[in-house]
């Protein structure tokens, strides 16, 4: 017989504390304002959750107002992973533009003005940054979320990354532990495979999380992938060996460990999100992310239950799920009583790194008229999500009044532009050239009938170059876009 939690006794009020669930809407529910209440102690927020930066300081002030040190959590890595400016496009570079430009400082400022963009909304844990190295070009979710393929840059901008979103008075949470840069699959549909030896892992995979540690991240999310060498049985989210034996032990890490969203089919396809939340909690991990599909209060409900009846069928300890919610409470005390710095934001410094990213090959001149900007469009991951805006479009018009535009893909794309552009110059704007044949193509086609096109590539600039005008901004940013349009117009 099932035994369903029902009261408020520590051991509920545990499994309530280990959850971060999320919502929909842009005013808290009275279903989460109760579990709140209840012992609930994180809230996570999507791009569906947020309207203004107005609206979402009110939304944090009324989860405040039930428990003022609720962890208010966000996927705001800058760059092509923006919630905060989900319509619009981020103000910041993402990391793979960092990572091109290779200052360290200047990541500490992004992601200090980034982190200070949140905290004055309320917001005070990030799940950012990716520490995930993209030593496989195919990779279909990482790619510019990464702030390179060499495991040296990558470890030393993580550490400054969160150095600089900590220094802002929002918690980091590094991500996908143990590395989530050599797949080729996307764990939101399924489960990814790392087949590297240990030597590997430890040089590559393992090296930013070292230096992330060293600087003191508040968070670690684990990845839902299978890497036989470190466990060939279960995914990390699910492993003891990853998260209590590696992680805990042989890295020495003692702050939060949040698992990826369970919904996600890598754990929901294999194991059910209630069975995955208990196997997580009694691997090592600390607190359950959910709600980026699953969004309601029945599903807070359902994991409650599960990791409760767990306990007192002897499946999980109990004591392993009050340490978990200890940690939970430590790094909400934290966020809490941290100081946040005063003064004027640098709200200019995403621009700027944005400029310095640009990689220019070829003879580009300006344009003298308004041209017709193509947009080679890939489907987004779910990461990414298809609600924000990229290109250089809008930015080009505001420089060269008549631009005009148009979105194209498939196999026809590249006659469709021809078409569509009549006489005006084009730029063919691209998202991974390298990973969709078909975009490859079009490129072939416009550059064969019209060699003045400009590329603009926006994702990670792998493709062999085609003697074409190019520009690399290494990401879709808002600011990226602003950047490449300014070069554009000789501006």
């Known amino acids: 017989m099932t035994t369903f939690a029902s009261g ?8 309530l504390t280990v959850l971060q669930p999320g919502f929909t809407g842009t005013t808290a529910p009275d279903w989460l304002l109760r579990r709140v209440g209840e012992g609930l102690a994180s809230v ?12 979402l300081a009110a939304l944090t002030a009324q989860l405040r107002a039930e428990r003022d040190d609720v962890l208010v959590a966000i996927d705001e890595e800058g760059g092509d992973v923006t919630r905060l400016e989900v319509r619009t496009g981020s103000s910041f570079p993402g990391n793979h533009a960092l990572g091109a430009i290779d200052d360290t400082d200047l990541t500490r400022q992004v992601a200090y ?3 200070r963009r949140l905290a004055a909304c309320g917001v005070n844990f990030n799940w950012a940054p990716s520490a995930d190295v993209n030593s496989n070009p195919d990779n279909p979710v990482i790619g510019v979320r990464s702030f390179g393929a060499d495991p040296g840059l990558v470890a030393r901008h993580t550490a400054a990354y969160v150095t600089g979103l900590q220094s802002a008075g929002v918690a980091a949470c590094t991500k996908h532990f143990p590395g989530h840069g050599d797949t080729a699959v996307d764990s939101h549909h399924a489960m990814p495979r790392i087949d590297a030896d240990p030597e590997v892992l430890a040089a590559r995979e393992l090296a930013p999380f070292h230096a992330a540690i060293a600087a003191g991240t508040k968070a670690v999310m684990s990845a839902h992938i299978l890497v036989p060498a470190l466990d060939p049985d279960h995914p990390a989210t699910l492993s003891p060996r990853v998260l209590t034996e590696l ?46 599909g699953l969004a309601d209060d029945d599903t807070v409900r359902r994991l409650r239950d599960a990791l409760v009846a767990a306990v007192r069928a002897g499946e999980l300890a109990e004591e392993r799920l009050a340490d978990a919610a200890e940690r939970v409470r430590a790094l909400a005390q934290w966020t809490a009583g941290v100081s946040r710095p005063s003064g004027t934001a640098d709200d200019e410094v995403g621009l700027r790194a944005a400029r310095r990213a640009l990689r220019i090959t070829g003879d580009l001149t300006p344009l003298t008229g308004a041209p017709y900007v193509a947009a080679l469009t890939p489907v987004a991951n779910i990461a990414v999500g298809d609600e924000t805006p990229w290109g250089v479009a809008a930015e080009l018009a505001e420089f060269l009044p008549g631009t005009e535009s148009g979105t194209f893909t498939g196999s026809v794309a590249g006659g469709a532009v021809l078409a569509a552009a009549g006489e005006r110059r084009i730029v063919a704007v691209v998202r991974d050239e390298h990973r969709h044949p078909w975009m490859a193509a079009a490129l072939t086609t ?3 009938a019209r060699p003045d096109t400009v590329v603009v590539e926006m994702g990670v600039p792998q493709a062999p170059p085609r003697g074409a005008p190019h520009i690399a901004t290494y990401g879709a940013a808002r600011v990226c876009g602003r950047a490449a349009a300014e070069v554009l117009a000789g501006r």
């Open 8 to 15: 408020t006794d520590t051991l509920t009020r545990d499994a």
């Open 44 to 55: 996570g927020l999507f791009g569906r959750n947020i309207a203004s930066a107005a609206q």
């Open 113 to 115: 003005a980034l982190g």
């Open 247 to 292: 992680l805990r032990g042989e890295l020495g890490y003692d702050g939060l460990i949040v698992t990826d969203g369970m919904e996600m089919q890598a754990i929901a396809g294999t194991y059910g999100i209630e069975r995955g939340s208990v196997l997580a909690i009694a691997a090592g991990a600390d607190a359950i992310c959910v709600g980026g």
């Open 446 to 448: 416009l550059l064969a």
